[in-house]
Nanobody
């Protein structure tokens, strides 16, 4: 089983940038597709971005395209989310997860059995 720890969140002004990290433990982590979700206050958890097990395919939800970039470092078992041009509507707790069954990642959060504590991103106006 893969254990995931998110970090890198914080408070930033609109237009600023942050880079989130997701550190994975477990010897099979490099074979899994990985992705980011977020949950804003009073809203359901939603898909943000994903990267395939090989690192060759990435997907983004429409609201972050052109602003966020996902990447992974296989030897470190770490996934990153570079967030530029942040907007107040990006404010949320950001979670990462790993998909052991689908190489391009499944976007529905109900596919995942457990979640870490996430990292808080707050964007001020």
């Amino acid at each position: 089983q893969v254990q995931l720890v998110e970090s890198g969140g914080g408070l930033v002004q609109a237009g600023g940038s942050l880079r989130l990290s997701c550190s994975a433990s477990g010897r099979t982590a490099r074979s899994y597709a990985m992705g980011w979700f977020r949950q804003a206050p009073g809203k359901e958890r939603e898909f943000v971005a994903s990267i395939s097990s090989s690192g060759g395919t990435a997907y983004y939800t429409d609201s972050v395209k052109g602003r966020f970039t996902i990447s992974r470092d296989g030897p470190k078992n770490t996934m990153y989310l570079r967030m530029n041009s942040l907007k107040p509507e990006d404010t949320a707790v950001y979670y990462c997860n790993a998909d052991p069954y689908y190489s391009d990642f499944r976007r529905d959060p109900s596919n995942f059995r457990s979640w870490g504590q996430g990292t808080q991103v707050t964007v001020s106006s």
